[in-house]
């Protein structure tokens, strides 16, 4: 069965400071993993994908995430947090040939001024 | 274009009520998906379907049905709602081209 781990409920960072939010995976053959953003009371919004290619990725917002295979990570990372990006952040993976999307229990970030 | 359409936005229910929460999109996608999200256990999949005429449960069907009505509408019914079912539910389609996934606003459900 797939499954997605995010072993960090909460992450705070200091404005300015860098911002990393681990993710790792289990699926069956290649993955497409995601990540998403939730503000309060909002639906998700994406952020950016990994399909296949360049196992850096970039995104929305100044994030990035980088695709490790041999320790089936997927950790999302901005160099420089801002207040505003204090929101919770959900990795999710699927299958190539499946449809199935699961995601994690998502992580808490909280940037302060 | 309103992308993925949820009602009702919120419902309270009484224990062993019945009810349907909608889910319409105009975006062409084949796939669709019912989550609830709960506090400290992230989004989980309750049921999906992959196109029209097919459903899949997810991780935690029990206690819903799923109906896959045309390809713009997919509905999840409680037959006899719990306060375990007491979540705030999300439905997403799945673009083919970017896989990306796109949701709805949400509906809060409060059992009672």
């Known amino acids: 069965a797939q499954s997605v781990a995010q072993p960090e409920d909460q992450v705070n960072v200091a404005e300015g400071n860098p911002l990393t939010v681990k993710c790792t995976y289990s699926v069956s053959g290649n993955p497409y993993l995601f990540w998403y953003v939730q503000y309060p009371n909002r639906g998700l919004q994406f952020l950016l994908k990994y399909i296949t290619g360049d196992n850096l990725v970039k995104g929305s917002y100044g994030f990035e995430a980088e695709f490790n295979k041999s320790q089936t990570s997927f950790h999302l990372k901005k160099p420089s947090a801002l207040v505003s990006d204090s929101a919770l952040y959900f990795c999710?993976?699927?299958?190539?040939?499946?449809?199935?999307?699961?995601f994690g229990a998502g992580t808490t970030v909280t940037v302060r001024a | 274009n309103a992308g993925v359409t949820q009602t009702p936005k919120f419902q309270v229910l009484k224990t062993g009520q019945s009810m349907t929460l909608q889910c319409a999109q105009d975006m062409n996608h084949n796939s669709m998906y019912w989550y609830r999200q709960d506090p400290g256990m992230g989004l989980r999949l309750i049921y999906y379907?992959?196109?029209?005429?097919?459903?899949d449960k997810g991780e935690v069907p029990n206690g819903y049905n799923v109906s896959r009505l045309n390809k713009r509408e997919f509905s999840l019914r409680l037959e006899s709602a719990a306060p375990s079912q007491t979540s705030v539910y999300f439905c997403a389609t799945l673009d083919p081209i970017s896989a990306q996934a796109f949701f709805g606003q949400g509906t809060r459900l409060t059992v009672v």
């Open positions: 999710a993976v699927r299958a190539l040939n499946d449809y199935k999307l699961s």
């Open positions: 379907s992959a196109s029209e005429g097919t459903t």
